[in-house]
């Protein structure tokens, strides 16, 4: 079982960044990939960001690239979601998610983290 912890999250204004981290429980999590997704009221669950199990390959939302960066420190069991350039629309709650054999961003993880809220000010 793989317990998923994050963090950083909380209220920033628009242009500001947060660091979101990742920590998992598991002594093998450098085996697993590990996704970032968010949800906002009343929309559905969707992709933000994913890294593979190495950190060789990432995949991003069109609505963050180039304002998102996701990294692991496979030492730590931590994954990081840098997030600058903030915005109203990526208010949300931001969940991580892992799973050793996942495309990486489709929603099919076995691993969820209980999310932790980003709000955006204008």
């Known amino acids: 079982q793989v317990q998923l912890v994050e963090s950083g999250g909380g209220l920033v204004q628009a242009g500001g960044s947060l660091r979101l981290s990742c920590a998992a429980s598991?002594?093998?999590?450098?085996?697993?990939?590990v996704g970032w997704f968010r949800q906002a009221p009343g929309k559905e669950r969707e992709f933000v960001a994913a890294?593979?199990?190495?950190?060789?390959?990432?995949s991003y939302a069109d609505s963050v690239k180039g304002r998102f960066t996701i990294s692991r420190d496979n030492a730590k069991n931590t994954v990081y979601l840098q997030m600058n350039s903030l915005k109203p629309e990526d208010t949300a709650v931001y969940y991580c998610?892992?799973?050793?054999?996942?495309?990486?961003?489709?929603?099919?993880?076995?691993?969820w983290g209980q999310g932790t809220q980003v709000t955006v000010s204008s």
């Open positions: 598991v002594r093998t999590f450098s085996s697993y990939a």
């Open positions: 998610a892992a799973d050793r054999n996942v495309a990486l961003t489709s929603l099919n993880y076995d691993y």
């Open positions: 890294i593979s199990w190495s950190g060789a390959r990432t």
